[in-house]
């Protein structure tokens, strides 16, 4: 299963650097389509990044249901020719919104994390699923780390050069997959969609009845609305406290991205035979939580620097719940299940950032007296606490 393994983590690196992949050139694109002010650019920036955070939200459940009625394959497959064809239609767009509605496009074919982390658990014996979900996060991680990289060096070529790339890329894997790729969904865990699940409030209903499913969805969705943090305001909050430029804040992501992939590829194996999930989930809770504290009241950028790959150590969460979670639901819900996580994980997009840049704005306006940039670290440490609350408190039916 070597080559179907590695085109299914294709597809979830793909998938992250295609998000990221865009971000270097998408001002000087949204300036040349529409010709107005770096501001007004700035806007739609936004607009075109919560439209795919929310085509993701709204359809990774039914992705997932998808891929549990008609295989992983036919789903894998499909979405990466139309992620081909969505990449080609950005290198041309002359319009604003032809670019927004192949984001919106984008959004619902980029939702394969879901039928990725359902073949990853077809193919897992029941003990090895949360380091084989460790796998297609460090696979995220790293597309994470190089989309921007590699965008930023085409994007020297021109605005439509990595848009070109992302759909070269994308084409190749179709064909790797369309080689490769067996089908893992057989007619004893074959399930028809249903429609009443194929949304995630739907998919919630269905799944949160069964025993510790409700618990561990929430304690996944505050964890990742906590660790958003990063995204949303690393850059803010390291000019002001450290007064860092663009290269020091770029770099410390980079470390970010690059150890979180180390540890969900390699260094969770050790962790959960060591700890087993419920202590690996334990254990990752505590570290971001003391990490935020040391992150919230560091005396210089130095100290930042040196905890911003120990942070990353706190990325064995996810995993770790995943693999609760997966060994909770029968084999022919596992798609829906991963669609619904998918989903949890793009509301987390949406709403931290606000949760985030908010607390930061509150902390650091000078009309309060106020010179807390690390709030939302605290925040972030506050919500971890009620995470681990909620994870360790004993309840019937518990997910722990």
């Not at 949160?208 to 958003?228: D, E």
Request: proline share 6%.
């Amino acid at each position: 299963m070597r080559l179907p393994v590695l085109f299914v983590l294709a597809t979830v690196m793909i998938d992250a650097m295609g998000i990221g992949l865009i971000m270097p050139v998408m001002p000087d694109l949204i300036q040349e389509v529409t010709d107005g002010t770096l501001g007004s650019a700035a806007l739609w920036g936004g607009v075109l990044a919560t439209s795919f955070a929310v085509m993701q939200f709204l359809f990774g459940p039914a992705v997932g249901a998808l891929s549990d009625r008609f295989g992983r394959r036919p789903v894998l497959l499909v979405s990466m020719a139309v992620m081909a064809a969505d990449y080609l239609v950005m290198a041309v767009a002359g319009t604003m919104w032809l670019l927004l509605v192949a984001r919106i496009i984008g959004g619902i074919a980029g939702a394969t994390q879901s039928t990725a982390s359902a073949f990853m658990a077809d193919i897992s014996a029941p003990g090895k699923k949360a380091q084989n979900f460790g796998l297609v996060g460090a696979a995220f991680g790293l597309g994470f780390v190089a989309g921007p990289l590699i965008g930023g060096l085409l994007g020297e070529l021109g605005t439509r050069a990595p848009f070109l790339a992302a759909a070269g890329l994308s084409a190749l894997n179709f064909v790797l997959g369309l080689i490769v790729l067996p089908e893992t969904v057989t007619d004893a865990t074959r399930r028809p969609f249903d429609p009443r699940r194929a949304h995630p409030f739907g998919a919630f209903r269905a799944l949160a009845r069964l025993p510790g499913v409700r618990k561990g969805l929430l304690v996944f969705f505050i964890c990742q609305v906590a660790v958003q943090v990063y995204p949303a305001v690393w850059a803010f909050y390291g000019k002001a406290r450290f007064d860092w430029n663009a290269g020091t804040i770029g770099l410390t992501l980079g470390l970010f991205g690059l150890t979180m992939a180390l540890v969900q590829g390699l260094l969770i194996r050790v962790i959960l035979r060591v700890l087993g999930e419920r202590g690996t989930v334990i254990y990752g809770l505590a570290l971001n939580i003391a990490t935020f504290l040391l992150i919230a009241f560091v005396p210089n950028g130095t100290w930042a620097l040196v905890l911003t790959p120990v942070a990353a150590l706190g990325g064995v969460i996810n995993p770790a719940l995943q693999g609760q979670l997966s060994a909770r639901v029968g084999d022919d819900s596992q798609g829906a299940l991963q669609g619904l996580l998918t989903s949890a994980g793009a509301l987390s997009m949406i709403l931290s950032p606000l949760l985030m840049t908010g607390s930061f704005a509150l902390g650091t306006d000078p009309r309060l007296g106020l010179n807390l940039p690390a709030a939302p670290f605290l925040l972030a440490a506050v919500l971890t606490v009620l995470a681990l609350a909620a994870f360790v408190l004993p309840r019937r039916h518990s997910v722990a």
